[in-house]
């Protein structure tokens, strides 16, 4: 049974996936925390959870700076926590258009992995027993993945989180000027956190999931403005036939039922495309890799919280 009062935490739920997931949980009668970084978005989405009856409270903070973020936990509802997902990302071909963070990482790991790294590290003592820890991930972490090498979004190479925290100041060999291989291998560490995260609290269960190529999110923001309309028209008819590919909606209805369903309970780590447990990449698999990304993670974070 779920405590009825627990509240869910859903990252980056001012558009795409995890607004249809803060929406969807919010008209299902779960408590939503809606975190944006954007006040009058992140509102917006708590009027629309309250307007057909559902409970929702705002959080809003911009994950380009961890310093605010760990301030912003003094204003962070003191309920108990059902769930977290960790979903909000970024991505772009060209770095320089991200920038940096505050702390002067890469926005992609800074966004992608840190931010969350912090998250996991303030609330997943508060998550209850039975609760769910959903991370994020992608499909083009996975050299085995055609759709993501046919949209040319680069196989991860594991260089370690120092390197991708200065991805600009990296030895050229390791191609980190190349904005989708930061951005695959965010999602390479993704993985990771969950598998480690998993490990240190067994009383809760962890999924990365892998939410699938979805036509309908702001996650591709440099296709030109004029077309994408037609872009996400024309995905929209071609999703039904490939596999790989679902719009935010129906993913929404996978993350609910890895919240909600007791039949996932007590599974531990799983990797999920869509709602079908796989098998992750082999590098994803590969528990050296996953602790020194964890340990090295976590102490980017503390120095750049104690600065
Ligand atoms: N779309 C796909 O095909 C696809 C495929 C695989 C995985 N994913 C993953 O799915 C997740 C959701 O992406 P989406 O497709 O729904 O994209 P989206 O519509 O662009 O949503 C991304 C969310 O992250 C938030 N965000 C971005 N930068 C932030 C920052 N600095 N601080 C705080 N929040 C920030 C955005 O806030 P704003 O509303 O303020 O921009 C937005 O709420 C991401 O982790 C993405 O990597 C997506």
Redesign the pocket.
Known sequence: MINPDAAVLI??????????CALALGAAGRTVIV????HD?ADEVVKQIRKKGGTALPFV????DLKALDKAFQNFPSLPLHGVM??????SRRPKVLGL?AQGYD?TF???VL?HQLILMKLSDRVLEGGRIII?????HDPRNRLSRFARISEPKWVGAQHLAHADEAPPELDLSNGFLR?SA??LS?IFQARILQEKFPHFDVFAL??????D?????EVPSFLRPFLKSLGRIITPFVKSMRL?STTAKDVRSLLENLDWKNGGFAYLDGNIIESPSPNALRHDLATELWKDASEIVESSISL
């Not at 975190?35 to 954007?38: A, D, E, I, N």
């Not at 903070?61 to 380009?64: C, H, K, L, R, Y």
Request: aromatic share 6%; charged share 15%.
């Open positions: 990252t980056g739920a001012t558009s795409g996936l995890g607004k249809e975190h944006g970084r954007r978005a903070v911009d994950f380009s960790a979903n909000a990302g970024v991505i963070s926005m800074a966004v992608n931010a994020v991930t992608s499909g083009v951005y965010s999602k993704n892998n939410p699938g190529f979805m036509v999110t702001d996650l591709i923001h935010s």
